[in-house]
C-alpha cells in the first residue's frame, strides 16, 4: 500500500477532520515505510526500449514489405499515405496491439486546454449474429478518423454547441504506442484534431505546418552550399524541469491541489541559499520513482537520458536524447503524463506548474532546437572554423535576425499564468526577449560584418591545466553558460529557456519555426536579387548576411538578463519587456503575426484569433481559480486557525493577569494584537478583492477582462498572501492547518 492510499485508510478511522490531515500526512509518513514498487532488475535498457511502440522494427515485423516501405516514407520523406496502404496498416497495427495485450485504441491528441486528450474504444465488436461470436478489428476507417465533440473543448469562438463536429485525423510521423495500467492495455493513435471546416482546435496541426514550411525554405537555402540536401527536419531536445511532494502533504493544500502552485507559505529559514541541492545526491525515495518512470519511457521510446537535482529543494529535472521535433513534443507531453501516474503509485505528486513556490526557483522546459538535413548535418554546428564557414554561419544569422524581427512572438508564445510568476524571478530568463551568442561567436560576427569570412578563427578550444599532472587537461567550451538568456546558443544548437514547464511546447515551437522560415525564405530573396543583378552568389550571400548581422546586434545580449541595467538597456534598445500575459499576448494577433501565420499557411485569422481567445480565456479562468480558493482558504483555513490562536492567547492572557503578572500579560496582548491586526488587514483585503471582482466581472471585452484582472486582481492574491504569511509565521503550528513549505520541500 502506498503513502497516499494509507493516508486515506488512516482517515476513515477517524472523523474526516481537515484539521487533523496536516498531522496525519506528517505521521503517516514518518511512521510507515513508503512501499517501493521500482523492481528493477538487471535489465539492459536496450532490451527494453521501444518494445510498446509501433516503430518501424515493429512495423517490419507486422507489415509487407510494400506497405512497410509506404510507412518509412511517410515517416522519413513525408510521402502521403493512401487508403489502401491505411488499410493494411490498420490490419498490422491491431494484430501488433493486441498481440501485445491491448484491448482498446484513441486517437491521442492535444486540443487547447495544453494537456492531451483521448477517448477509447475497444477493438471488439460483438457480432449482429447471435450464432457467431464477435472479433477484434480496427479498420482503416477508425485508424485514419474519428469524431470527438469540438465545441467542448476549448475553441476561443471557432465552434459553437450547434456547429459542434470536430474530427482527429491519424498523425502517421508519430508512433502509435500502447499504454499500460494496472489491468488495462490501450493502443494509443497520436492525432490532429480540426473542425468539420478544417481549421485547427489543436496544437499539433500548427505544428506540423511550421515543421513543413521550414523544411521547404531551409531546403531551398541549403542549396545555395549542397545540392544534394532533399530534406530539413527541426529538431527538439526537452528538458523538463519539476517538483516532487508527498502526496499525503500535497492532498491537505487545496491550492496545490486545484491550482497547482501554493498561494500561500512562508519562505522556511533555510531554501536554496546554500545552493546544495543542484546535482546533490538523489534522495533514495525520488530516485525509485525515477527508475521506474524512466522504465516506463524507455517502453515507450522515450529516449531519456539525463536525471539530476534542480536548484530548488524538491526541484528535479530530465531530459531525452533530441528527435525530430514532432515526435520529441509528442514524447514530452506522453512523459508528463507517465510521471503523474508513477507518482502516484510511489505517494508522491509531480508539479509541472511554473512556479509551484514562492521564493524559490520556478520549473521551465528549455528547448534546445536546431535543424538538420537528411544528410545528417547539424545546420546550426559551427565546425573548427565558424568564422569561416559560410555554411553555419547562414543558418546562425537568420535566426539570430528571425529573433530580432519577431522576437514578441516569440514572448508571446510562452505567454501564460504560470510563467508569469516565474520569468525574470530566481535565475529564470526575463520576459524581455534577447539572443545569447557568448563572447567568441560574437566576436565571430562582428569580424565578419566588417571583413567577412576570416582566413582562420578557430573557436580556440582553450585548455585549462589545472597543474595537477594525474588530472587530465579540460577543454574549455566556445561559449560559457547563461542562464539568464532567454534565447542563448549553446554550441550547435540554441536553447529557448523562456518557455513553462506545464506547456504543451508546440505554440512556442510553432512560433519559432514559422519565424525563421519566413526569415529563410527572406534571405533567399534578398540575395537571388542581387544574384539576379549579376552579384556573384558568395559575395552575396555575405553582403546580405552583413546587412543582417548590422541589422540585428539590438538583440543580442550576453550579460545578466535579470539585471536591472538590463531592463533599461532593452528599453533603449526598443526591445519590448512585457511583464504582463495579455499584454504579451498582444503580439499573436498582431499584423506581422497575421501576415506570416496566413502567408505560410500555418493559421488563419479566425485560427489565430481563436488561440488568442482561449489564452486570455485560460488566464482570467485560471486567475478567477486562483482567487476563488485563496478566499475559500483564508476563510476556513487560515482566519480560524488564527482565531484559535487569538483564544488561546487570551485564555494565557487571563490567566496571567489572575497571577499578576501584569507584564508579561501586556506582552501577551501586545501579541494578540498583532495577530487580530494581521487578522482585520486580511478581511479587509478580501473585502475590497470581491468589489473589485464585481466591477471586473462587469467588463464585457475579454481583452479588458484579462487586462484588468492582471492589472487589478492579481495584487491582491499577492496581498493577502502576504498577511497569511505573517499570520503562518505567529499562529502556533499546532494550530495551522496546512503543510508548511519546509514540509513539502524537505520530506523527501
Ligand atoms: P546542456 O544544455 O546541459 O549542455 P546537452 O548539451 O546534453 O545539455 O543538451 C541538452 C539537450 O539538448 C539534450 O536533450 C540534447 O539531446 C539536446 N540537443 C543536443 N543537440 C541537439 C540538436 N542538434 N538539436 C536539438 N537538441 C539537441
Ligand atoms: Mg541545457
Request: aromatic share 8%; with cysteine.
Amino acid at each position: 500500500m502506498f503513502a497516499a492510499d494509507r493516508c486515506v485508510m488512516y482517515h476513515s478511522s477517524w472523523e474526516w477532520d481537515m484539521s487533523e490531515i496536516r498531522y496525519d500526512a506528517l505521521r503517516t509518513l514518518s511512521s510507515v515505510p513508503v512501499e517501493r514498487t521500482a523492481k528493477n532488475g538487471n535489465q539492459k535498457l536496450s532490451s527494453i526500449f521501444g518494445e510498446k511502440v509501433f516503430n518501424l522494427i515493429a512495423m517490419k515485423e507486422y507489415l509487407a514489405e510494400g506497405v512497410y516501405q509506404k510507412m518509412a516514407d511517410a515517416i522519413q520523406r513525408n510521402a502521403r499515405i493512401d487508403v489502401e496502404t491505411a488499410e493494411n496498416v490498420a490490419k498490422g497495427l491491431k494484430k501488433w496491439a493486441t498481440d501485445l495485450g491491448a484491448t482498446h485504441y484513441t486517437h491521442w491528441f492535444q486540443p487547447l486546454t495544453g494537456s492531451t486528450a483521448e477517448k477509447h474504444d475497444s477493438f471488439f465488436k460483438p457480432s449482429l449474429d447471435i450464432t457467431v461470436q464477435g472479433m477484434e478489428n480496427l479498420s482503416a476507417a477508425e485508424l485514419i478518423q474519428l469524431e470527438p465533440d469540438a465545441s467542448s473543448f476549448p475553441h476561443g469562438g471557432l465552434r459553437s454547441t450547434d456547429k459542434a463536429r470536430g474530427y482527429t485525423v491519424w498523425d502517421p510521423s508519430s508512433y502509435a504506442f500502447i499504454m499500460e495500467t494496472e489491468n488495462s492495455k490501450t493502443l494509443y493513435i497520436p492525432a490532429v484534431y480540426i473542425s468539420y471546416t478544417g481549421e485547427s482546435l489543436d496544437f499539433k496541426t500548427p505544428l506540423l505546418k511550421s515543421c513543413e514550411v521550414l523544411n521547404r525554405a531551409a531546403t531551398a537555402v541549403c542549396h545555395y552550399f549542397d545540392s544534394s540536401v532533399n530534406n530539413v527536419i527541426a529538431t527538439l531536445g526537452w528538458e523538463q524541469e519539476y517538483f516532487i511532494v508527498d502526496a499525503g502533504l500535497y492532498k491537505a493544500r487545496p491550492d496545490l491541489m486545484i491550482t497547482g502552485r501554493t498561494l500561500f507559505g512562508g519562505k522556511p529559514a533555510r531554501n536554496q541559499q546554500l545552493e546544495d541541492h543542484y546535482f546533490a545526491s538523489i534522495p533514495e525515495r525520488i530516485q525509485t520513482f525515477m527508475a521506474d518512470f524512466e522504465k516506463e519511457s524507455y517502453r515507450l521510446g522515450i529516449p531519456l537520458r539525463t536525471r539530476h537535482n534542480e536548484v530548488a529543494p524538491g526541484q528535479y529535472e530530465c531530459a531525452p536524447m533530441f528527435e525530430e521535433l514532432n515526435m520529441a513534443n509528442d514524447h514530452n507531453l506522453l512523459l508528463m503524463d507517465v510521471m503523474s501516474r508513477v507518482a502516484a503509485r510511489h505517494g508522491l505528486a509531480v508539479l509541472f506548474h511554473e512556479k509551484p513556490f514562492a521564493g524559490v526557483n520556478g520549473s521551465g522546459k528549455h528547448n534546445n532546437w536546431s535543424i538538420a538535413t537528411d544528410r545528417g548535418k547539424n545546420l546550426l554546428s559551427p565546425g573548427e572554423n565558424p568564422g569561416s564557414n559560410l555554411y553555419f554561419l547562414t543558418f546562425f544569422i537568420n535566426v539570430i535576425k528571425a529573433v530580432n524581427e519577431y522576437g514578441d512572438m516569440l514572448r508571446a508564445g510562452v505567454a501564460t499564468l504560470g510563467n508569469e510568476h516565474r520569468l525574470g524571478a530566481n535565475e529564470a530568463p526575463p520576459a524581455i526577449i534577447s539572443v545569447f551568442t557568448g563572447s567568441q561567436l560574437e566576436t565571430v560576427l562582428s569580424t565578419f560584418k566588417s571583413v567577412g569570412l576570416a582566413a582562420s578563427s578557430s573557436l580556440g578550444r582553450d585548455i585549462i591545466d589545472l597543474g595537477v599532472p594525474r588530472i587530465p587537461e579540460a577543454e574549455k567550451d566556445a561559449t560559457d553558460r547563461n542562464r539568464t538568456s532567454p534565447f542563448p546558443f549553446t554550441g550547435n544548437k540554441f536553447e529557448f529557456r523562456a518557455v513553462g514547464s506545464s506547456q504543451n511546447n508546440a505554440q512556442a515551437l510553432t512560433i519559432l519555426n514559422t519565424m525563421v522560415a519566413q526569415q529563410l525564405a527572406d534571405f533567399k530573396r534578398d540575395v537571388d536579387v542581387r544574384i539576379g543583378q549579376g552579384e556573384d552568389q558568395h559575395d552575396a550571400l555575405i553582403a546580405v548576411l552583413q546587412g543582417y548581422i548590422a541589422d540585428s546586434e539590438r538583440i543580442i545580449f550576453n550579460g545578466d538578463g535579470n539585471s536591472a541595467e538590463w531592463a533599461e538597456e532593452a528599453r533603449k534598445r526598443g526591445l519590448k519587456n512585457a511583464v504582463s500575459t495579455p499584454d504579451a499576448l498582444k503580439a499573436l494577433i498582431s499584423n506581422q503575426a497575421r501576415t506570416i501565420f496566413s502567408s505560410n499557411g500555418i493559421m488563419n485569422d479566425a485560427e489565430l484569433t481563436a488561440r488568442y481567445n482561449v489564452q486570455l480565456e485560460q488566464y482570467v479562468k485560471k486567475m478567477d481559480i486562483e482567487v476563488r480558493v485563496c478566499e475559500e482558504m483564508v476563510r476556513t483555513h487560515i482566519l480560524p486557525a488564527a482565531f484559535d490562536y487569538v483564544r488561546k492567547l487570551s485564555d494565557n492572557y487571563d490567566g496571567l493577569h489572575r497571577m499578576g503578572l501584569t507584564k508579561a500579560a501586556d506582552k501577551v496582548k501586545a501579541e494578540t494584537e498583532l495577530v487580530i491586526s494581521h487578522v482585520e488587514r486580511t478581511r479587509e483585503l478580501l473585502e475590497d478583492l470581491s468589489k473589485e471582482l464585481d466591477a471586473v466581472h462587469h467588463l464585457t471585452s475579454l481583452e479588458e477582462e484579462a487586462a484588468q484582472y492582471s492589472a487589478r486582481i492579481k495584487p491582491y492574491l499577492d496581498a493577502i498572501r502576504l498577511e497569511a504569511d505573517h499570520l503562518e509565521r505567529l499562529v502556533d503550528d499546532n494550530l495551522w492547518k496546512l503543510p508548511k513549505y519546509r514540509e513539502l520541500l524537505f520530506i523527501r
